[in-house]
């Protein structure tokens, strides 16, 4: 959820026992309601005062896609403040028309919407400028100033741009268009550098501009329902907890895989390759969450405390730790499969960027010491996943003729978020013969028509609300970094060479000679019953 119980106001109704999932219609649960209720009951959330939201970088991919869509989901359920105004900047010459034409096909919108989508766009306006002009800022200004009572309305400004541009915008920002009377909070999208000197340079711009708690790096994997319910899971059920260390947990896999290429869009990958756009970001903010310790409460700054802590006990990654490839295309695939990664016309001929990783790093603290965290992550593979999976330790003292294979936990955070326990039962029959099964809590079968906010919609009220526990805090960043810079460092120095893989397989045989070689057991046995279908 959005909301933090530490962080609820005593004299609110959040005091009060939540009614159970048992005691609704959990097949027509109104999650929007419940969730506007919520809000309007957290103490940040201030539902009547004037709210901006300015995008700048109106114009590109990320805002039409993304963040346009995503505010009109959030303004179609109720869940914005009441009186928000939404400005689109960029240097295009558009209207609002232009910018509703451009958005509409990502934005689901059903024929019996259409009345409140004309409501949306009516809080829209557009302004054109340039990004190192204080002259365009100062138009910007004037123009958020002339909305009705736009001088005393809380600003939010999204940057949707490249990095490239980020020191001129910011600093016009801060210099011209800030709020002398409401609240003011900047949302950064990664990357947020692409190493750790570039990452510095940027923090130390930011903070010489801003207070750290006007800054939102955002990760959206950050707002995904399990990455968020990594958190309960943990802390809330006593059956983990005295299990969830080095002397029960062989070893830890976080996995994020995309069965497609880059289909045309290679030129800005190729600059930044896959650890840089997954693996330092999205499976290392997953590997916090794992292997951090209870926080002293479910406050931003407790929990991202916990998450420091974690990234200072791991040393650089070792090379040979490290297994990186490439994709070529399949000769007996269809369409974009046929293609390799060198096929794509935008990227640079001989390009030896990884569009797979699999790395191996350790928590070298009490808790985790000796346990290895797998971090695998690739596009053009096998099938779309991200998950955590948990693989136990042997049971000792083995008495079933070493039928029995390892427990495991696995939280899958797409598609189709579950959480399963993989375990040994006694097959139906005479004898003792022992059986892989699980136990099950799949979302779409224990909430059954009930719409997951999007990880967006999510983090934008999270900012809207004052919540900074979702974000990426500068020593978090600066950690990750630390950790990634002389690997990365090392690969484009010395130009390591990806190995090959074909397009739609599961990688380089490498990566998984790698993980059985420091503890990770593929049985290749289990299979799943669909209980549904029985």
């Known amino acids: 959820m959005y909301l933090r119980q530490s962080e609820k106001p005593k004299n609110s109704t959040w005091n009060q026992e ?70 689109g900047y960029a240097r295009s010459n558009l209207t609002v028309e232009d910018l509703k034409k451009q958005c509409q096909p990502y934005m689901k919108v059903t024929e019996t919407e259409n009345d409140k989508l004309a409501q949306f766009f009516c809080r829209n306006s557009y302004i054109s400028g340039k990004y190192d002009q204080k002259s365009s800022f100062e138009k910007l200004n004037a123009h958020i100033n002339s909305l009705r009572n736009g001088k005393n309305a809380n600003r939010v400004f999204y940057l949707a741009l490249p990095p490239s541009v980020y020191e001129d915008v910011t600093r016009n920002v801060k210099e011209n268009c800030m709020s002398s009377v409401g609240w003011n909070r900047v949302i950064v999208e990664k990357p947020f550098g692409k190493d750790l ?51 029960n947990i062989a070893c830890v896999v976080l996995t994020f895989k995309e069965p497609f290429g880059t289909e045309g869009r290679g030129g800005y990958f190729d600059e930044y390759g896959i650890i840089r756009d997954v693996m330092q970001n999205h499976l290392l903010q997953m590997l916090c969450l794992v292997a951090m310790e209870k926080p002293a409460s479910t406050s931003s700054d407790d929990v991202r405390n916990e ?33 390799g990664y060198l096929d794509d016309r935008t990227v640079p001929a001989g390009s030896t960027t990884a569009t797979f990783a699999t790395a191996v790093m350790f928590v070298e603290n009490e808790r985790w010491d000796g346990v290895p965290f797998i971090l695998r992550c690739g596009k053009a593979l096998n099938e779309r996943k991200a998950e955590v999976r948990l693989q136990f330790c042997d049971v000792p003292g083995d008495i079933f003729n070493q039928h029995c294979k390892r427990n495991e936990l696995v939280i899958r955070v797409q598609p189709n978020e579950a959480v399963y326990a993989k375990m040994m039962t006694k097959k139906p029959g005479m004898f003792f013969n022992p059986e892989e099964t699980e136990l099950d809590l799949t979302y779409g079968h224990r909430y059954k028509d009930v719409k997951l906010p999007d990880a967006y919609e999510r983090l934008i009220l999270d900012v809207v609300c004052g919540s900074q526990m979702h974000f990426v805090r500068s020593d978090e960043l600066r950690e990750a970094w630390r950790i990634f810079t002389p690997l990365l460092h090392h690969v484009e120095s010395s130009k390591v060479k990806p190995l090959p893989y074909v397009y739609g397989s599961r990688g380089p045989d490498e990566a998984d000679e790698l993980m059985k070689k420091v503890g990770f057991r593929y049985e290749g046995t289990y299979k799943w019953v669909n209980p549904n279908k029985l």
């Open 197 to 247: 000197e570039s990452s510095n340079k940027l923090s130390g711009h930011l903070s010489s501009l801003f207070a750290e708690d006007q800054i939102y790096r955002i990760d959206h994997y950050l707002g995904k329902e399990m990455v968020q319910n990594l958190m309960v899971l943990r802390f809330g059920n006593r059956i983990f907890g005295p299990v969830w260390n080095r002397d």
């Open 18 to 87: 939540p009614p159970s999932i048992s005691a609704m219609e959990s097949e027509k649960m109104d999650i929007c309601g419940i969730l506007r209720q919520e809000l309007i009951e957290e103490e940040q959330f201030h539902q009547k005062e004037t709210h901006v939201f300015i995008i700048l970088g109106a114009s590109g991919d990320l805002a039409k896609k993304k963040i346009y869509p995503t505010m009109w989901w959030l303004f179609r359920d109720g869940l914005l403040p009441e009186d928000i105004y939404i400005v």
């Open 307 to 339: 998450k420091v802590k974690v990234l200072k006990r791991i040393s650089g990654i070792k090379p040979e730790n490290v297994v990186l490839g490439q994709y070529v295309g399949n000769p007996e695939g269809k369409g974009e499969a046929k293609k």
